[in-house]
């Protein structure tokens, strides 16, 4: 799986759009974009992944480039409780064996109110 | 549905004990995974079961840790004797579909597990 480079920690304030850089600049074409983030204290939880189209749903955006080296998490409104460690995890969608997610260090977000 | 339940939530155990830690995944997925975090560190992976077969345990990182998973329903992860590096939290996950295919991963809330 490609490696992913995350910046460190974030701020965002409460109500603004909240945009997560993510680099991947060795990823392979049949390779996945996946996110998932960790609240303090919980497990981790998915967020939304895509390939090389833009991707919606109800917690969030996923805007990958078009040479797919790079892609950004957007949460339109941010709340208090979008509070959290946001991993962007690169991998193929079919592999039989290891389907285990890679964790990085992620982003730390932390909304303002 | 129910999600990821794992038990205990919290372990306080002296080095040299034995502790079992329990998963239930969410009814009707065949995939579940063992993760953990020590402290300081990433999210990493431990094995992966497929039903009662474990798929992948190259995570597991000595021969005290011990994971089944009986009849495909519930996984428990022995540690046998606990040393103090193996203080953490230990996630479980669980997933539908058969190995061969990637499908979103539920997470469990956790268990941290104190070794003194």
């Known amino acids: 799986d490609a490696k992913t480079t995350q910046p460190p920690s974030m701020d965002c304030a409460e109500g603004r759009a909240a945009n997560l850089p993510c680099n991947h600049s060795?990823?392979?074409?049949?390779?996945?974009v996946y996110w998932y983030r960790q609240i303090h204290s919980q497990g981790p939880q998915y967020i939304i992944h895509?390939?090389?189209n833009n991707e919606t749903n109800e917690m969030a955006s996923l805007i990958i480039t078009e040479d797919r080296k790079s892609s950004t998490l957007i949460l339109p409104h941010a709340t208090l409780r979008d509070t959290a460690v946001y991993y962007c995890?690169?991998?193929?969608?079919?592999?039989?064996?290891?389907?285990?997610?890679?964790f990085g260090t992620g982003t730390r977000l932390t909304v303002i109110p | 549905e129910a999600g990821v339940t794992q038990f205990p939530s919290h372990s306080v155990i002296e080095k040299g004990q034995t502790v079992t830690l329990r998963c239930d995944p969410i009814?009707?997925?065949?995939?579940l995974y063992w993760y953990r975090r020590v402290m300081g560190k990433e999210i990493k992976f431990l094995l992966h079961?497929?039903?009662?077969?474990?798929?992948?345990e190259s995570g597991m990182p000595n021969n005290r840790f011990l994971a089944e998973r009986t009849g495909g329903t519930y996984s428990t992860l022995k540690v046998q004797p606990a040393e103090l590096e193996d203080s953490g939290v230990y996630f479980c996950?669980?997933?539908?579909?058969?190995?061969?295919?990637?499908?979103?991963?539920?997470f469990g809330p956790g268990t941290r597990l104190t070794v003194t």
């Open positions: 996950a669980s997933s539908r579909g058969l190995a061969g295919g990637y499908y979103e991963q539920y």
């Open positions: 060795t990823i392979s074409g049949n390779e996945y």
């Open positions: 895509g390939l090389k």
């Open positions: 995890i690169v991998r193929y969608p079919l592999r039989t064996g290891a389907n285990n997610l890679f």
């Open positions: 009814s009707g997925h065949d995939n």
């Open positions: 079961f497929v039903k009662e077969s474990k798929q992948d």
